[in-house]
C-alpha cells in the first residue's frame, strides 16, 4: 500500500435508521495478482481496530468496549483472499476469503476496480455486524442500530521492488 496516498477504508451503520460512517485509519493492504499463476494471487488486508474512528469522542469510547470492537482482547481484523478472479469489467475483479473480526471468522466475497497503471484499487460490501458479535447486550437487537454495515474502500498500492 502506498502510504503517501489518501487512502480510506471506512463504515457505514445505520443508528435509528440513518447513516452513521466510521474509518479505520490504520490498516494495511497487501496485493498480488498474476493472470498467468492465479495459485499465487492473494489480497491481504490488516485493520488495527482501535484505530476505529467515528467523529465523536463518546462513540468512540462505547465502541472500544467488549460489546462493540472489544479493543482491548481482539487488536486486529483481517480479510484474506487467494481466490481472485477477474470480473466482467476491464479493471474488474472479485475477491473471495475470509473476514476476520472479534474472534469469527466469515466468508467474504466482493467486487473491485484496480488499475495496474496507478495502483488505485476500489470497492465496497455489505456484511452484518451482528455475525460477528459486534453489538451485544442491550445493542443486539437491531431496531436502532441496524444489522448491516457497508464498508468501503479506496487504497493506492505501489509495486514492490
Known sequence: M????????EFTASFEKAPVTGV??????????????????????????????MANPDINQAIAGMEWFDFMRYRQAEFRASDIRRG?????YLARGALSLKGVQQPQEFAFTWNP????MVGEFVTQRSIFGIGTGEWKNTDIVGDAVKVKFRIRLRPLP
Open 2 to 9: 502506498d502510504s503517501s496516498a489518501s487512502n480510506r477504508l
Open 24 to 53: 479505520f485509519k490504520d490498516f494495511e493492504v497487501r496485493f498480488g495478482f498474476d493472470p498467468m499463476k492465479p495459485a499465487g494471487n492473494h489480497l491481504d488486508v490488516i485493520i488495527r481496530t482501535s484505530s476505529a474512528d
Open 88 to 92: 466482467p469489467g476491464e479493471a474488474s
Open 117 to 120: 497503471a496507478d495502483g488505485k
